[in-house]
C-alpha cells in the first residue's frame, strides 16, 4: 500500500521514480516533514525491484531546494538540533541507497539543497542552477554533509572557498569545480536528465548496485582497502544471472535483458 506524502510527490516513469520535493513557496526549504518523507519514499522504493533508478527534484521553477527550513533553527536548543540531525536522515538514506540517485537540478541549490544534491550519485544541472553553501551567513556551518562531501568531491580548497564565503557559484562555475556532471538548459533539464536515468536503469541492477558501492569505497577507506573491496565486489557479480546473461548476450551480439539477480 503506498504511503501517502505532504510534502513531496512520488511518480514512477518506468524504470525510474521521480520525487519532486514540493513546497515551491518555501523555495522547497527542507523541514523536518520534508526530510522524513523523502526518506520514507526512499526506504518504500528501496524494495521495490520495478524501480531501478531515483531522481530527485525541487517543484517549480526557481529552486532545487534552498536550504534548510531556517524557521525551524530559531529557538531551536544544541541537543535538539543534534537529535534531529542524528534521526533518520534522507542525507543517508540516499547515500547509502542501492540504486543509482540523481539531482535533477532546476535553480537554488543551497545549503541543504547543495548537501541533498551531494548526497546523489549523480548532479544534472539547468544552467538558471545556482550552487552554494551559505550557512556562514547564519552564524553556522553545514551540517548534513556538506563540509566532507562537497570537499571531497571538488577538493579542499574551492570547499574551503565556498563554506568560508558563502558565495554561491552558477552551474557552469559548479561544472568547471566538478560539482556537477552536466549542464543543460532549463527547457531541456527533465528530457536530459530522465534520458540518462533510462539509459542507466536498462543496466544490471545487480552490478549498478555493487558498482555504487565500491566507487563509495574509495572515499571511505585506504588504497589498499578500496582495492581488497573492489574484488570481493566484482567476485561478487560473478553469482548474479546478469553477469551470465551480459556476457551471453555480447557472444550472441544482442542488447541484454538484465533482470536484477
Ligand atoms: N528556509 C525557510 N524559508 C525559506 C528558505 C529557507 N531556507 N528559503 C526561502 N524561504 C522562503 C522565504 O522566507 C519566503 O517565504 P515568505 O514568502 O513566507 O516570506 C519564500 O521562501 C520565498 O523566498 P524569497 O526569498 O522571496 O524568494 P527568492 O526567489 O527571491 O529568493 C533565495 C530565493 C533562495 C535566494 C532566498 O530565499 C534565500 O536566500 N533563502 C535562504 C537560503 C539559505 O540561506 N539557505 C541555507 C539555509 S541553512
Known amino acids: 500500500m503506498p504511503q501517502l506524502y505532504e510534502a513531496i510527490l512520488v511518480e514512477r516513469r518506468g524504470l525510474v521514480a521521480l520525487i519532486t520535493i514540493n513546497r515551491p513557496e518555501k523555495r522547497n526549504a527542507l523541514n523536518i516533514q520534508t526530510r522524513e518523507e523523502g526518506a520514507a519514499a526512499l526506504e518504500e522504493l528501496r524494495e521495490d525491484d520495478s524501480v531501478r533508478v531515483v531522481v530527485f527534484t ?14 525551524e533553527f530559531a529557538g531551536r536548543t544544541a541537543i535538539t538540533q543534534r537529535d534531529v540531525m542524528l534521526g533518520r536522515s534522507i542525507f543517508t538514506a540516499i547515500d547509502t541507497f542501492p540504486k543509482p540517485v540523481i539531482a535533477m537540478v532546476n535553480g537554488y541549490c543551497l545549503g541543504g539543497g547543495c548537501e541533498l544534491a551531494l548526497a546523489c550519485d549523480l548532479r544534472i544541472a539547468s544552467d538558471t542552477a545556482v550552487f552554494g553553501q551559505p550557512e556562514i551567513n547564519l552564524g553556522i556551518i553545514p551540517g548534513g554533509g556538506g563540509t566532507q562531501r562537497l570537499t571531497r568531491l571538488i577538493g579542499e ?9 558563502g558565495d554561491s557559484v552558477d552551474a557552469q562555475t559548479a561544472l568547471a569545480l566538478g560539482l556537477v556532471n552536466m549542464v543543460v538548459p532549463f527547457a531541456e533539464l527533465e528530457a536530459k536528465t530522465m534520458e540518462l536515468a533510462n539509459r542507466i536503469a536498462e543496466k544490471s541492477p545487480v552490478a549498478l548496485r555493487l558498482a555504487k558501492e565500491a566507487v563509495k569505497t574509495a572515499s571511505r577507506s585506504n588504497l589498499d582497502e578500496g ?4 574484488v570481493d565486489l566484482f567476485a561478487l557479480c560473478f553469482s548474479s544471472e546478469d553477469k ?11 542488447k541484454p535483458d538484465f533482470k536484477g539477480r
Do not use: P
Open 244 to 254: 551470465d546473461e551480459g556476457v551471453r548476450a555480447f557472444l550472441e551480439k544482442r
Open 227 to 230: 582495492l581488497r573491496r573492489e
Open 58 to 71: 525541487g517543484a517549480g521553477e526557481r529552486a532545487f531546494v534552498a536550504g534548510a527550513d531556517i524557521g
Open 157 to 165: 580548497g574551492k570547499a574551503m572557498e565556498m563554506i568560508l564565503t
